[in-house]
């Protein structure tokens, strides 16, 4: 696609449950991240990938939080047993270059309400 | 880890005015990327800029990466300009991720 697809928009769910987002990178993109964004606040690290493999996991909360990319192109974060507290707007982004230095494409987010 | 300072933090102009938006970062960058975040949430890239000067259209930026800043200018500003710029840096040598500051939110009135 033109760019970085997120779905869903907007999740509302209830505290202990189960959610997926998925993440659809520009076609092409070795590299895909996730990011979480809090009210006020700049975007936060979760997870990088490298083709199908995590290279960089160090964001991740918790061990709640888990994402794939089995083909290495579609990702898909999840979250077991929400909280109040993981509600926030989850970025993705993609990029060209599979190393340091490539610029960083961003989706529309997908923003969680755990009530 | 790096750490990113975006000044100042808040800025209300009238439509017409120029304004010039700092990062200053603590260690070498072989990344940096200026973002305007529109009103509903969506990441714009500005600029990729690790080093040097570029322009694009009214806006432009300049990294000076020896010492460490990296400044966007933003001229005859428009309503359309508001939002929060984000300015985000990935270290050399380091993990191959972006570190944003935190936001500066611009507002330009009519």
């Known amino acids: 696609g033109a760019g970085v697809s997120q779905t869903p928009s907007n999740k509302v769910t209830e505290k202990g449950k189960y959610v997926e987002l998925r993440c659809d990178p520009i076609?092409?993109?070795?590299?895909l991240y996730w990011y979480r964004q809090s009210l006020g606040q700049g975007p936060e690290f979760l997870i990088y990938?490298?083709?199908?493999?995590?290279?960089?996991d160090s964001g991740l909360p918790n061990d709640r939080f888990f994402a794939v990319r089995p083909e290495g192109s579609v990702s898909t974060l999840k979250i077991q047993r929400t909280e109040r507290g993981d509600s926030a707007v989850y970025l993705c982004?993609?990029?060209?270059?599979?190393?340091?230095?490539?610029?960083?494409?961003f989706g529309e987010g997908s923003r969680l309400t755990v009530l | 880890g790096i750490q990113v300072e975006q000044s100042p933090p808040d800025l209300i102009l009238q439509e017409g005015a120029n304004s010039t938006l700092r990062c200053n970062f603590s260690d070498s960058v072989n990344n940096l990327q200026w973002f305007h975040q529109n009103p509903w949430g969506q990441l714009i890239n500005l600029f990729y800029i690790p080093s040097g000067t570029k322009q694009n259209g009214r806006l432009s930026a300049t990294t000076v990466a020896t010492e460490r800043y990296s400044l966007l200018y933003i001229s005859s500003s428009q309503t359309t300009d508001s939002g929060v710029y984000f300015c985000a840096v990935e270290t050399q040598g380091g993990s191959e991720k972006l570190v944003f500051g935190k936001g500066m939110k611009l507002t330009v009135n009519p």
């Open positions: 076609s092409g993109h070795t590299a």
């Open positions: 982004a993609s990029s060209l270059l599979s190393g340091a230095g490539g610029e960083l494409f």
């Open positions: 990938f490298q083709g199908t493999g995590a290279a960089d």
